[in-house]
């Protein structure tokens, strides 16, 4: 029921289509950009939703109060505090690690205002736990969720940072304006 409602609402009402070509085998980190807009956690929703597959997702804590923070736990929210120092890397690896699955979702970009500069915990995560990073683009123009590319790390952080970013230059953000890759 759940997986025919999200399809509804994604394909046929919002117009939205898919091109994914990446298997997704038990263990994942989704890389998932342009974020520029909190419809794209809908979006996210809603595609996971019609795909049959559930991830988890990192979040600032400032997001998990009453009534929302329950709500967005029970979608696989985890919540971050941006100002402690916990290596977050090191510990979600280690869950990544004894988990039988494990679908981590991360927008590189940390925030939905324009940065140039990238977060990286999402490599680090993939690099410690031996994880494959499928990229996952949303372009509102196109009304298209693609996943074409899947990167597995090797080390060479910053190549492969630029890759990642050429990935995503040409898709379009529900806010233009607030999406960079950055020089490449």
């Not at 804590?61 to 923070?69: I, M, S």
């Not at 290596?87 to 679908?103: C, G």
């Amino acid at each position: 029921m759940w997986k025919s409602l999200c399809k509804w609402l994604l394909y046929r009402c919002m117009g939205w289509t898919c091109n994914v070509t990446e298997p997704h085998p038990d263990k994942y980190i989704i890389c998932f950009a342009p974020h520029t807009s909190n419809w794209d956690f809908i979006i996210g929703q809603l595609y996971s939703g019609a795909a049959g597959f559930r991830s988890n997702f990192l979040m600032k804590k400032e997001w998990f109060f009453w009534p929302l923070g329950p709500l967005f736990r029970r979608l696989g929210g985890i919540p971050v505090w941006r100002s402690k120092h916990c290596h977050l890397t090191d510990v979600m690896a280690e869950e990544a690690r004894s988990m039988p699955t494990f679908h981590l979702c991360i927008s590189p970009e940390g925030t939905r205002s324009r940065t140039a500069e990238w977060k990286k915990g999402f490599y680090y995560i993939a690099q410690k736990a031996g994880l494959p990073i499928l990229l996952y683009g949303v372009d509102y123009d196109k009304r298209l969720i693609q996943c074409t590319k899947t990167i597995v790390p090797n080390g060479d952080i910053d190549g492969q940072m630029a890759e990642i970013k050429r990935y995503y230059k040409d898709f379009e953000g529900k806010n233009p304006g607030k999406f960079t890759v950055g020089e490449l």
